[in-house]
């Protein structure tokens, strides 16, 4: 049994890119007032770090020790929490693709992992708070009182991503974003360390074929009904 009240679970929200994490983490948080970590942010701001400082995205010894000396916190703000390093906002700086990329190789190493997970614990300590990641539910909080692992088809996700970027005034292309997709994942359920797989007491929502509001109502209720647990 976890140390936090009933009433403040923490609420693990795993999956794939693409599969809607982000939008439901935010909705399904500000439904019920909890605070909204996007786990993925924090990789994206180690690769970011390492860009700037001269460490390779390859080298997970020198990663690990960045990250360790690395303040990484959020700030909350009316479009969703802003990832904050050494008290500067790169909210900005860590959705490019280029920084995706980063991410997702400084993830496969362990000590990198070690140092993010002592950080992602101090944030979920007083509870109330959604996780969204790929092993939350597995290694973050294996104690977490919810735990939902969305997927879609690579091919759903990779719709909305265009459909994402075109509302943003942006290029995208259908073939070469499913690539990258289809890419990220492998490497994210190859690696040795914490792959992307759903926890044994996890519920798999599958929402390719389910609207925003459907799925942001299904995961409130599994947050509502394990509050009255
Ligand atoms: O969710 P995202 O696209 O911002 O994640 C960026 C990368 O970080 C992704 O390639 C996988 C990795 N990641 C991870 O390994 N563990 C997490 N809990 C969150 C993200």
Do not use: C, N
């Not at 770090?49 to 690395?70: I, N």
């Not at 092993?135 to 919810?146: K, L, S």
């Not at 994210?188 to 109502?217: C, H, I, N, Q, Y």
């Amino acid at each position: 049994m976890s140390e936090r009240a009933k009433d403040r679970p923490v609420v693990a929200l795993d999956g794939p890119a693409g599969a809607g994490k982000s939008t439901v983490a935010r909705a399904v948080a500000k439904a019920l007032g909890f605070l909204y970590v996007d786990t993925g942010a924090l990789y994206r701001g180690v690769a970011l770090a390492a860009k700037e400082k001269g460490v390779s995205w390859e080298d997970g010894e020198a990663l690990g020790a960045l990250t360790r000396a690395l303040d990484l916190d959020f700030e909350a703000t009316d479009e969703g929490p802003r990832l904050l390093i050494d008290g500067i906002d790169r909210a900005p700086d860590i959705r490019t693709p280029d920084v995706a990329d980063g991410a997702s190789k400084v993830s496969q190493h362990e000590p990198v992992r070690a140092a993010l997970l002592d950080v992602q614990r101090q944030l979920g300590a007083a509870g109330a708070v959604v996780f969204e990641g790929r092993d939350i539910g597995t290694v973050v909080f294996p104690d977490a009182e919810v735990k939902l692992f969305l997927t879609a088809t690579p091919e759903a996700r990779a719709r909305r991503r265009v459909g994402d970027l075109m509302e943003r005034g942006k290029d995208a292309d259908y073939g070469s974003i499913l690539e990258a997709i289809r890419e990220r994942d492998a490497r994210d359920s190859s690696r040795a360390v914490a792959p992307l797989k759903p926890a044994a007491d996890a519920t798999t929502l599958d929402t390719t074929d389910l609207g925003f509001d459907e799925v942001v109502e299904a995961v409130v209720a599994a947050v509502r009904e394990a509050m009255a647990r």
